[in-house]
């Protein structure tokens, strides 16, 4: 009796004396169980009731009382919400699990070159991507984006990004095009405050000509063999932050013995207090003096460029890294 008035009002009961309360008098299981006080409370997660607390006690000295009751709430709604909680994290890992699926095991890079990725969410799901793709016309497309925003919302508009890119990254057609074409379908699908910053590169691996659309995106860095840095700047607006975008594209050549590194903000806003942020300068520093080392330390050195800046706090947004080159000879 008491299960069905919680659960179906979702308030709290509290019977001070069960046999002389008129609600309960009669009822069989009060008269068998001797029942003399008690008390139940939805475990109510501010949303759903996930079951209920319930006391009693044959006592005959023992009167629940309205103080007793407030615990007794509050407990069930701290359980609830914990609950719910788990259950939202579980939801999580799942979800992260299926993300994390979406990007690629091996990257398949022409002969003559190199390529290494980095990726570390910040939460159990995150909004940056990246792919490295296989084109109809025997080139590669290098992916890196971001979505604006955080938690489930940009993790949803990541695997749209990510499966849009895919599909017409094996269509074929120019980088403008492709750009074009996202642009329109995710700007119908995604919420108003949601874009994606993005820089799609096609690569020739013959000839080392780079043709990219950088939609947005932190200008990617390319070091040259003796050294010296070049940005590759943004050639448009980020995909679907407004309704009629055009994009156009820029190019460069990797000569042998050049890097190209492409990241997310992730790098260069990394703050430990939301005033200060790491910036463009370690980065740029390890590329200048690092920068024929295996592409497995100089990814090392960025990101532990990153966690050291932090102090041990932890990363606000995602940290997403594309480092590819050229070999010499």
Known sequence: VYKRQVLSRHDAVLVADALDDPNYVGQESIVALDLRSAMAAPLFDNELVRGLLYVDTANPSVRYTQEDLQVLTATANAVGIK?????????????G??????????????????????????RAVG??????????????????????????PAALAMGAAIVLVGMLAEIGGDLEDMAQHLHRQLFSSLAEEQFLTLFLGELNGETGHLRFVNAGHD???LRRRDGS???????????????DLTFS?????????DLLSVFSDGIPEATPDSEHFLGLEPVTEILVEQGTEDLSRIRASIVDAVHGFLKGEPASDDVTLLLLRRNSG
Do not use: W
Request: aromatic share 4%.
């Open 249 to 257: 594209s820029g190019e460069v050549t990797l000569e042998p013995g």
């Open 97 to 122: 699990r299926i993300q994390r699926a979406m990007l690629p095991k091996e990257l398949d890079v022409p002969s003559g070159y190199e390529l290494e990725a980095h990726q570390v969410m910040c």
């Open 229 to 243: 840095l070049e940005t590759l700047d943004p050639t448009g607006l980020p995909v679907a932050m407004l309704k």
């Open 83 to 95: 609950l719910r909680n788990l259950s939202l994290e579980r939801e999580m890992r799942t979800a």
């Open 127 to 152: 909004g940056d991507l990246y792919h490295f793709l296989h084109r109809p016309n025997g080139n590669m497309l290098l992916v890196l984006g971001d979505v604006a925003g955080k938690g489930m």
């Open 219 to 221: 200008p990617p860095l």
